[in-house]
C-alpha cells in the first residue's frame, strides 16, 4: 500500500505511525465517507507487521469516531470526517523533533550561563533518598499539600539559610515555589498591577522583565557597574514610589558584581523612605570563589526584604524547586496566590530535598563542585587572557562568583551578524546587551558561562571565539 508508510527506525511506536497515516488519509479526504477499510489480516501481511498492530490502529480510529463498524462485514469510514487543507505533519512533526535533537551538531561549544555542571549531579544518592520517601512518607504526603510547602523542607531551608546566608526567618515565612520563575511570577502577581513601578537593576536578565512587565507596571532602570546596583542613581523618594526594588546584590546578573554594604545600607533606608519592599534574588553566591558566600541584605531588614532562592543553579533546573523568603505581613497573600497558581510543588520532592540537605549532602556537594567550577573559571580566564592579552580594550568582569563571567571587548559590538559568525564558527555566547533595558551601553559585552563545560571545550572555545574576533 503506497499510501502508508510504516519505518521501524522511527523512535514511534508502529501502532502510533499506522495510525497517524490512516487518520490523515480519512481527513484528507483521501478515502470518502462510507469507504471500506482493508482488513485488519490484508494491511498486515502487506506492511508486513503484526496483525495486533492493525487492530489496535483500528480500535483507536473507531474509538476516537474516524470509522464505523459493521457486523460481518469490517470497517468503514464515518461520514462528515473530511478537513479542508488537513497538513500531513503528524508522525513527520514529532519524528523532526526527534531528529533535530539527534541530528543536531554535537561539536558547538555553549557557553550559557547559570547550568552547573549536570553529570556531576549526585544521582545515587539522590536516587536512594528518594526511594527511601517514597517508602516512608506519610500518607498526606501523596495527596494535596499546602501552598506553603512541606513543613519539614521550610525548617530545613530556614535553618541552611541562616547558617550560609544569614537570612532571619521563620518556617513560617517560606513559601516554596517550583523554581525561582514562580517565585517572580508570585512576586509580580501579589505586588504588580497596571501602572505600577519597579526600580530594577540594567542590565537584569530578560525574563525577569517580561514577566514584571507582562503586569502592565513600569520598569525603572538603574544603571549598574563593577559594584552592583548605583544606589546614587536611585529615582528620587519624591517620585511616585516603587512597589518594590529588585536586585541581585550578592553577585549580579549578569556583570556580576558585589553590593557593597555602603550601597546596601542605601538601599535599605530608600525603601524605608518610600515604603516598598526590596526583592532580593539570590541565584547563585553558593559558588564564591575568593571568600565565603555574602551575606544576605535580608539579614539586614527582614521586614523589607523578599528573598528569592533556588536549587536550580546549584543541583538540577530539572528539579524546579525554589523558595520564596517573605515579610510576615506577605506571608498569607503569597500563600494565596501559590495556591491559585499549582496549588503546591511536588510534596515528594520536596521531602526528598529536606531530607538531603538536613543529612549533609547538599554542602558536600557544593564544596565538591565549587572545586571544578574554580578550576573551569581559571581555565577561561586564563585561556581569555593568553588569548586576547595584546586585545586593546579587554577585560574581564565578575569572575568572582557564580557559573558565569562576562567579557568586555572595546571597540566590538556583537551584532545579531557576529552573533551568527561566531555561531557558525561552533562557539555560542551571549551578548550582555540582551538584557539590557536601556539599550547601546553593553553592544561590546558577552557573558560566558562554564559551569556545564568541560576545561577542554573551554580551550577550543575561546581559540573559535579568537578565529572569528581577530578579523
Given at each position: 500500500?503506497?499510501?502508508?508508510?510504516?519505518?521501524?527506525?522511527?523512535?514511534?511506536?508502529?501502532?502510533?505511525?499506522?495510525y497517524t497515516e490512516l487518520r490523515a488519509n480519512i481527513l484528507r479526504g483521501d478515502w470518502q465517507a462510507g469507504q471500506k477499510l482493508p482488513s485488519t489480516r490484508k494491511l498486515?501481511?502487506?506492511?508486513?507487521?503484526?496483525?495486533?498492530?492493525?487492530?489496535?490502529?483500528?480500535e483507536q480510529l473507531y474509538a476516537e469516531g474516524y470509522i464505523e463498524s459493521r457486523q460481518a462485514s469490517g470497517y468503514y469510514v464515518s461520514a462528515g470526517i473530511y478537513l479542508e487543507q488537513h497538513a500531513r505533519h503528524g508522525t513527520d512533526a514529532i519524528l523532526s523533533i526527534s531528529e533535530a535533537s539527534t541530528d543536531s551538531t554535537t561539536s558547538t561549544i555553549d557557553f550559557r550561563s547559570g547550568v552547573p555542571a549536570l553529570e556531576l549531579f549526585p544521582r545515587t544518592t539522590w536516587g536512594k533518598i528518594v526511594q527511601r520517601v517514597c517508602q516512608d512518607a506519610p500518607l498526606s504526603a501523596f495527596g494535596y499539600g499546602r501552598p506553603e510547602g512541606r513543613l519539614e523542607l521550610r525548617q530545613v531551608i530556614c535553618r541552611y539559610l541562616y547558617r550560609t546566608r544569614g537570612v532571619q526567618c521563620r518556617p513560617e515565612q517560606i513559601v516554596i515555589t517550583s523554581g525561582a520563575t514562580q517565585a517572580l511570577t508570585l512576586i509580580a502577581k501579589v505586588l504588580l498591577t497596571k501602572g505600577s513601578s519597579v526600580v530594577i537593576e540594567d542590565p537584569i536578565t530578560q525574563?525577569?522583565?517580561?514577566?514584571?512587565?507582562?503586569?502592565?507596571?513600569?520598569?525603572?532602570?538603574?544603571?549598574?557597574?563593577?559594584?552592583?546596583?548605583?544606589?546614587?542613581q536611585l529615582p528620587g523618594t519624591e517620585a511616585h514610589p516603587p512597589s518594590f526594588v529588585f536586585v541581585t546584590p550578592s553577585h549580579q546578573f549578569p556583570l556580576g558584581g558585589t553590593l557593597p554594604i555602603q550601597r546596601r545600607l542605601q538601599l535599605i533606608r530608600y525603601a524605608r523612605e518610600t515604603d516598598c519592599y526590596i526583592v532580593e534574588d539570590d541565584y547563585d553566591s553558593e559558588f564564591r570563589y575568593d571568600s565565603a558566600p555574602i551575606s544576605s541584605l535580608q539579614g539586614l531588614a527582614e521586614e523589607r526584604v523578599i528573598y528569592i532562592g533556588?536549587?536550580?543553579?546549584?543541583?538540577?533546573p530539572g528539579l524546579?524547586?525554589?523558595?520564596?523568603?517573605?515579610?510576615?505581613?506577605?506571608?498569607?497573600?503569597?500563600?494565596?496566590?501559590?495556591?491559585?497558581?499549582?496549588?503546591?510543588?511536588?510534596?515528594?520532592?520536596?521531602?526528598?530535598?529536606?531530607?538531603f540537605i538536613e543529612e549533609g549532602h547538599l554542602e558536600k556537594y557544593i564544596n565538591r563542585v565549587k572545586k571544578l567550577y574554580r578550576k573551569r573559571r581559571q581555565t577561561l580566564v586564563h585561556a581569555l587572557e593568553r588569548t586576547f592579552s595584546e586585545t586593546r580594550g579587554f577585560r574581564i568582569l565578575g569572575a568572582s562568583a557564580g557559573l558565569h563571567i562576562v567579557v568586555s571587548f572595546a571597540g566590538i559590538h556583537f551584532t545579531p551578524e557576529l552573533l551568527e559568525k561566531l555561531s557558525d564558527a561552533g562557539v555560542r555566547v551571549y551578548p550582555v546587551e540582551e538584557h539590557a533595558i536601556c539599550p547601546g551601553r553593553h553592544t561590546d559585552k558577552l557573558i560566558i558561562g562554564y559551569g556545564n563545560v568541560s576545561e577542554e571545550k573551554i580551550e577550543e572555545g575561546?581559540?573559535?571565539?579568537?578565529?572569528?574576533?581577530?578579523?
Open positions: 500500500m503506497a499510501w502508508l508508510t510504516i519505518d521501524r527506525e522511527k523512535p514511534i511506536p508502529l501502532i502510533r505511525q499506522l498486515a501481511e502487506e506492511l508486513k507487521i503484526s496483525r495486533n498492530v492493525a487492530v489496535d490502529a483500528y525574563d525577569i522583565q517580561t514577566i514584571f512587565k507582562a503586569t502592565g507596571a513600569v520598569l525603572q532602570p538603574v544603571p549598574t557597574d563593577d559594584l552592583g546596583l548605583v544606589t546614587e533556588s536549587f536550580s543553579k546549584i543541583l538540577s524546579r524547586l525554589g523558595y520564596l523568603v517573605l515579610p510576615t505581613e506577605l506571608v498569607e497573600r503569597y500563600q494565596n496566590a501559590k495556591w491559585f497558581s499549582d496549588l503546591h510543588t511536588s510534596t515528594l520532592d520536596q521531602l526528598s530535598l529536606a531530607t575561546v581559540k573559535r571565539l579568537y578565529s572569528v574576533l581577530s578579523f
